[in-house]
């Protein structure tokens, strides 16, 4: 589903990703880990066609999203650690510009946006503007917006910064449940004890660099994924 093939992106005379090779497939939720700087939002910008990379390819579900941007980002939805919205819209209309992009029909967005505002508990904010939306309102409704059109890869910057326990709880339930329909995951994130009980697949980042990947269990091994990464970072 994303396949990142000897990626290398570099600015000035530092490599910020260098050489990266990555498979996420269908049905994996695959968690991206390292320390600040490390590369990982280089790497996802890239994956979405933000950042132009030097070297190497990434697919989206076979499109190059170098050669067939427009095509690629059909297939995946993502939302970054600080979502940059239209705050003159209200909710509702900035949920339904995004349906319009994507062309889905009134009854599937009708439902969909029904089904994730009555989960993230924003139901009763879609008609406020979005200039008067907290961070975490403003998060919930960019997690909403991306799930409308029901993406084949969800790529995720950080989404749990800003979410209350029960958003947070949530998130983890619709990633299962698009993961159980075939939907590939690929986010970053600082929190090491979310990432080993909800990743199946973690890949560890360190100055530009891949430097472990693999199943969850096979990276962290006897030990915690925490000590792993402490280890590595060093």
């Known amino acids: ?15 910020a990703v260098d050489q990266l090779t990555l498979h996420i497939e269908p049905g994996q939720i695959y968690g991206f880990i390292g320390h600040n700087g490390a590369g990982k939002t280089t790497t996802i910008k890239s994956c979405c ?19 067939d941007p427009l095509n690629a980002k059909k297939e995946f939805a ?17 949920l339904n510009f995004v349906a319009d992009i994507y062309g889905v029909s009134a009854q599937d967005r ?13 139901t009763q904010n879609l008609a406020q503007k979005i200039s008067s939306y907290s961070h975490g309102m403003a998060q919930k409704l ?4 991306a799930l409308i059109h029901k993406p084949k890869l969800l790529i995720m910057d950080e989404p749990f910064v800003g979410l209350d326990p029960v958003a947070s709880h949530a998130v983890k339930e619709i990633m299962h449940e698009m993961c159980a329909d075939g939907c590939a995951i690929f986010f970053s994130t ?45």
Do not use: W
Not at 195 to 215: Q, R, T, Y
């Open 78 to 94: 993502y939302i970054p650690d600080n979502p940059d919205l239209y705050e003159f819209m209200t909710g509702i209309q900035y």
């Open 49 to 67: 066609g933000i950042v132009k990379f030097d070297e190497g390819e990434i697919l989206i579900n076979g499109i190059s999203i170098k050669d």
């Open 1 to 15: 589903m994303l396949e990142i093939r000897n990626l290398t992106k570099t600015y000035g005379n530092k490599k």
């Open 110 to 122: 009708e439902a969909r946006i029904k089904q994730y505002a009555d989960a993230f508990g924003l």
């Open 190 to 234: 600082h929190i090491l004890e979310v990432a080993e009980k909800l990743c199946d697949h973690i890949a560890i980042i360190k100055n530009g660099k891949l430097i472990v990947s693999g199943p969850t269990e096979q990276v962290h091994g006897d030990t915690s994924l925490e000590d792993v990464f402490l280890e590595l970072a060093e």
């Open 142 to 145: 960019a997690i909403i917006s």
